[in-house]
């Protein structure tokens, strides 16, 4: 047992040796540097929402807080809890953990050992050169304790660059799970946004519907008083019955809303429901900050800056190929033909020995796996670049998107008073006998259409807030990701 913690003390020296010498070799490849790219000094689009104030920053990780609704902060608490597509970002994220761990395992030794025993009988008849016969069959025990170890030398860095990709693999993956989970609240969040509107809009049009009901009620009895002719009465009876089509419709839309919450939530669309509740809001303020925080805050950015630094590695790990790979060896262990005597200094065995690959000629492999490393990699720059002018094209959007929105709102609740005027002057010229009641329906129309649009025109600020927010970030940072970071320790030289 004492030798055993003996040879345990010296495998702890000896990595920790190897985990010296492996940190003064050079590494060979570029090193990594983030490409520029453009990013304009100030946003193109202004808007009232410019007054935030610091206390009114999006908060981490609840972004959706700054709505201040309680059954929107009861539906994201769900979806982070039970959504199946975040679970499985979250997953994908344990798997590039365990494979950065894997490749931090090639800065130790590797160490097996295969005991073995058998009882074994020759052959008297065996062949043997210099025997003198006649041989005698012979029965004999054998009993073995061997280990073998090997360690590459990562004098060119080859370890250092394959542990650097799976870092920034690692990174990447944790900057994509942030994406998920900010793709999947805003989605929820505008879905939501857009089922309170199908409510506040079917208000809309039941309200329209008693209008209507009181105008065919009116036009009946001034039918039965013959006042009013059969076209008046059948042209109102069609109003209705349309306004009550245009209800049904506005419903519909509500229930796929409704189903698509319930996907975000993990529960299934014919067990869950959300009570009618029109909503009476207006956009909240978002402080957007200088452009060039983007390059932090946006997740899938980030993922798109991790994907170049994993490229940028690949080609350092191809570049390795050309020198030489040094590879120490060594085996040992006990032998005897009686247990009793394995475990004593006579039955010791051991052999140390090295091998050097030097790679000569291989019909040009090694310089086109580094031409396609390369070639991966100004790939990335394209691609992280592109995802740049993405990300301020999408704020953009948002900000002029909210700036034009919030005056068309104006403009159009000025319509909406005056089609209630228009609406009660038609209302009381027909009473008057002043004019046809033709009047009375297009004004009522006109008044159905002019609310539903001003109702419309609400929910599309709502959700382009919210896609404003996810185009900003949602709070997020990219400091978060860099804890994902995995370093060999001494404790993996015994670990399996």
């Not at 490409?35 to 410019?50: L, M, Y």
């Not at 894997?102 to 295969?114: G, M, W």
């Not at 983007?294 to 899938?300: H, K």
């Not at 990699?377 to 740049?388: F, H, K, T």
């Amino acid at each position: 047992m004492n030798s055993l913690l003996s040879v345990a003390r010296c495998l702890r020296a000896g990595c920790c040796i190897l985990l010296v010498v492996a940190s003064v070799g050079c590494t060979v490849g570029p090193g990594y540097q983030r490409p520029a790219a453009q990013v304009p000094d100030t946003w193109k689009g202004e808007g009232p929402w410019q007054a935030a104030t610091p206390k009114d920053a999006i908060p981490k990780g609840v972004w959706w807080q700054i709505y201040h609704d309680a059954q929107l902060d009861q539906l994201e608490q769900q979806l982070l809890q039970a959504n199946q597509s975040l679970s499985a970002a979250q997953d994908r994220l344990a798997q590039a953990r365990a494979q950065a761990r894997i490749a931090s395992a090639a800065y130790f030794p590797t160490l097996s050992t295969d005991p073995s025993g058998q009882r074994e009988r020759f052959s008297g008849n065996r062949p043997l050169e210099g025997a003198i016969p006649p041989l005698r069959p012979d029965t004999e025990n054998v009993f073995s304790v061997p280990f073998s170890a090997s360690y590459e030398l990562d004098l060119f860095g080859r370890v250092r660059r394959t542990l650097e990709a799976a870092n920034a693999s690692l990174q990447g993956s944790a900057a994509d799970l942030e994406n998920v989970r900010l793709v999947l609240t805003a989605e929820l969040a505008a879905d939501y946004f857009n089922l309170r509107e199908s409510d506040r809009e079917a208000g809309v049009v039941r309200q329209s519907i008693e209008i209507e009901q009181k105008g065919l009620d009116l036009v009946n009895h001034r039918h039965d008083g013959g006042v009013a002719n059969g076209l008046e009465l059948a042209q109102q009876a069609a109003l209705l019955e349309s306004t009550a089509t245009q209800l049904q419709l506005v419903l519909q839309q509500r229930a796929q809303y409704e189903h698509a919450i319930a996907v975000l939530v993990g529960k299934s669309a014919s067990a869950f429901s959300v009570a009618e509740a029109p909503f009476e809001t207006a956009p909240p303020a978002i402080p957007t900050g200088v452009p060039s925080e983007i390059l932090e805050r946006r997740p899938d950015v980030a993922t798109s800056e991790r994907q170049m630094a994993f490229e940028n590695a690949q080609v350092g790990i191809a570049m390795t190929a050309f020198y030489p790979h040094i590879t120490l060896s060594g085996s040992g262990g006990w032998e005897s033909r009686d247990i009793a005597t394995l475990l004593s200094a006579p039955s010791a065995m051991w052999a140390l020995g090295g091998d050097v690959l030097q790679p000569i000629f291989n019909g040009g492999r090694n310089r086109a796996n580094l031409a396609s490393a390369r070639a991966a990699y100004d790939e990335s720059v394209a691609n992280y670049r592109e995802a740049v002018l993405e990300a301020f094209q999408q704020v953009e959007d948002g900000l002029s998107g909210l700036a034009l929105l919030d005056q068309a709102a104006k403009t159009q609740q000025a319509a909406v008073t005056e089609s209630r005027r228009a609406l009660e002057v038609a209302n009381n010229r027909y009473v008057g006998g002043l004019t046809t009641y033709l009047d009375v329906i297009t004004a009522q129309s006109t008044l159905l259409a002019n609310e539903r649009l001003a109702t419309q025109l609400l929910g599309q600020q709502m959700t382009t807030s919210v896609y404003l927010v996810k185009a900003l970030g949602g709070g997020w940072d990219a400091s978060e990701i860099r804890r994902e970071n995995v370093r060999p320790t001494i404790g993996q030289a015994v670990q399996q």
